[in-house]
């Protein structure tokens, strides 16, 4: 008898709610769970997530884009500075023959929306309050055991997707082992609002103490990601909000006028985090629960949307959604492109902490041989929109 479920998705994020309305529309047996509540507004998360062309393309094939495009943001512009000296870097989206580098969209209605438009698909196969305990994986079918207040029942499925973040618990339950690094580093979030608004354009600014981004929201708003060691993130958290704005005016400048913070603060720890194995029978992960990365290069999201529109193509068409050979196909599609992602945003993060003199000089002149380099330029920007990465392992799937 076939399992109840051609996949089983742990984990209602950003990734995993997509993953689970792209493979109901492929027409498969999909059954979502999530240990939080179901979604009744969008929950604060300040954060402005920035959403690559490639991710853009992804969620307007879901029918998902017309439902967040009003509340998005294009970057056109990003000005890239080091303050210890003169290196700086300009991208236009217009160079690189793109309308934008980027869309800036709030995380809370992103996740908020996502998930609406997943439960109206999947019905009563999307289960909240219900926490994934463990998995058997069997021959022709993995069987999940799920815990929904005082109840625990099995469920069976072809295909486990974990979905579940970070931590992970699939993952961990598959033994899967993982290479990580902490940065040490909190990313403070903020939504703030400005006297000299620059339309369209996005500041990385790299100090000593770490990279400080502001990230234009529309009008006068922006979120500035101001990343810390532990201990002074910690601190900075419980300044009031004017000793706040004036943090950020002397480590940013006044390029932008004068700023007001417009909202509560959080923080997020920073690590690398990499699964050794995308796979285990019957079992995939996706999304961060694969790779987690420090969110400098704006890439965590838009490497999961790419894990989920590689999935999709690679088990659309299968009867079996788990077969072994299947997800061995999908695991080398993603490899080049899991690698090189977490490895930029590691690099910019490693190279841009660094107080050593020679390492500041080399960055400043990197940034300044850049900016003289149109050719160069142009390259970043395409790689960056994730088109060519989303072409390259859909493609290799593809039987
Ligand atoms: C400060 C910051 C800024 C960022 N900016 C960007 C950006 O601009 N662009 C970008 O592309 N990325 C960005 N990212 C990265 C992005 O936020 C993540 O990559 C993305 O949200 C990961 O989504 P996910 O669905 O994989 O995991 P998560 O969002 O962690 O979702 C995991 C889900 O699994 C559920 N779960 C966990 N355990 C269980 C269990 N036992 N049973 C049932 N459910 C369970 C959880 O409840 C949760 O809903 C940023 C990250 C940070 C920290």
Redesign the pocket.
């Known amino acids: 008898m076939p399992p109840d479920y051609d996949a089983i998705v742990?984990?209602?994020?950003?990734?995993?709610s997509c993953a689970a309305l792209a493979l109901h529309r492929e027409g498969r047996r999909v059954l979502l769970?999530?240990?939080?509540p179901a979604p009744r507004a969008p929950d604060g998360d300040a954060?402005?997530?920035?959403?690559s062309a490639a991710?853009i393309e992804i969620l307007r094939g879901l029918g998902l884009w017309s439902r967040l495009e009003a509340h998005a943001t294009a970057i056109r512009h990003i000005r890239v500075s080091d303050r210890g000296g003169p290196g700086a870097l300009a991208l236009d989206a217009r160079d690189s023959g793109l309308d934008a580098m980027g869309w800036a969209c709030p995380?809370d209605i992103l996740l908020y929306e996502l998930r609406v438009a997943m439960a109206d698909a999947l019905g009563e196969h999307v289960c909240w309050d219900?926490?994934?305990l463990g998995h058997r994986a069997g021959d022709d079918a993995i069987e999940i055991e799920v815990a929904q207040g005082d109840t625990v029942r099995m469920l069976h499925a072809a295909l486990l997707i974990g979905?579940?973040?970070?931590?992970s618990?699939v993952r961990v339950a598959a033994g899967i082992a993982t290479d990580g690094y902490d940065y040490g580093q909190h990313?403070l979030?903020a939504r703030v609002e400005v006297t000299r608004p620059q339309p369209h354009t996005a500041f990385e600014h790299f100090t000593r103490e770490g990279p400080l981004a502001m990230i234009p929201c529309g009008g006068a708003r922006y979120v500035s990601?101001q990343c810390l060691h532990e201990g002074r993130a910690l601190a900075a958290l419980r300044l009031d909000d004017d000793a706040y704005g004036a943090e950020l005016a002397r480590r940013f400048g006044t390029r932008l006028g004068h700023i007001t913070v417009a909202g509560p603060r959080r923080a997020?720890a920073?690590a690398r985090q990499r699964a050794r194995r995308l796979t285990d029978t019957r079992l995939v992960l996706?999304?961060?629960?694969a790779n987690?990365m420090h969110?400098n290069a704006?890439?965590?999201?838009?490497?999961?949307l790419r894990d989920v529109a590689t999935l999709a193509a690679c088990i659309g068409a299968e009867d079996d959604a788990g077969l072994a050979a299947t997800l061995s196909r999908y695991a080398a599609a993603r490899a080049p492109d899991q690698r090189n992602t977490v490895g930029f945003s590691d690099l910019l993060a490693q190279g841009f902490r660094s107080r050593l003199c020679a390492v500041s000089a080399t960055r400043r002149l990197a940034l300044t041989l850049a900016d003289l380099c149109p050719g160069a330029k142009q390259r970043f920007v395409q790689e960056a929109s994730g088109l060519a990465a989303l072409a390259r392992s859909t493609a290799a799937v593809r039987p």
Do not use: C, E, F, M
């Open positions: 742990v984990g209602a994020g950003l990734v995993g769970l999530d240990q939080g954060r402005a997530l920035v959403l991710s995380a219900s926490r994934y979905a579940d973040g970070n931590a618990p990313a979030i990601v997020h920073l996706i999304g961060n629960a987690t969110p704006a890439q965590g999201l838009n490497l999961g």
